[in-house]
């Protein structure tokens, strides 16, 4: 079963940048499609990025698209968000999800296709 670990959320000005790391334990990890997904409270969870297994395959909400690059190294079991030109309504708590995929050019951009999830990691942007 797969494990995931998030790290590196903080607290940054509108403007700044920050890495999202997410370290995978327990599978075999090219063999998972990741993806990235952010809830603040009141809200339903919202994608934010995905990635296929291989890493070729990358998508991103609109939201988000231009300013936040997903990447994966999968010899270090690790997925990460680069999130730059931060903005005050990117704050949520970050959660990177892992489910297997039979293609190596497949992602999932839906929640319910995800079946282990991260305990989540906290980005506040200030303005």
């Known amino acids: 079963q797969v494990q995931l670990v998030e790290s590196g959320g903080g607290l940054v000005q509108a403007g700044d940048s920050l890495r999202l790391s997410c370290a995978a334990s327990?599978?075999?990890?090219?063999?998972?499609?990741m993806g990235w997904f952010r809830q603040t409270p009141g809200k339903e969870r919202e994608f934010v990025a995905a990635?296929?297994?291989?890493?070729?395959?990358?998508f991103y909400a609109d939201s988000v698209k231009g300013r936040f690059t997903i990447s994966r190294d999968n010899a270090k079991s690790s997925v990460f968000l680069q999130m730059n030109s931060l903005k005050p309504e990117d704050t949520a708590v970050y959660y990177c999800?892992?489910?297997?995929?039979?293609?190596?050019?497949?992602?999932?951009?839906?929640?319910?296709?995800?079946?282990?999830w991260g305990q989540g990691t906290q980005v506040t942007v200030s303005s």
């Open positions: 327990g599978v075999v990890f090219s063999m998972y499609a």
């Open positions: 990635v296929s297994r291989s890493g070729g395959m990358t």
């Open positions: 999800a892992a489910t297997q995929a039979r293609s190596i050019t497949y992602y999932y951009t839906s929640g319910s296709d995800y079946r282990a």
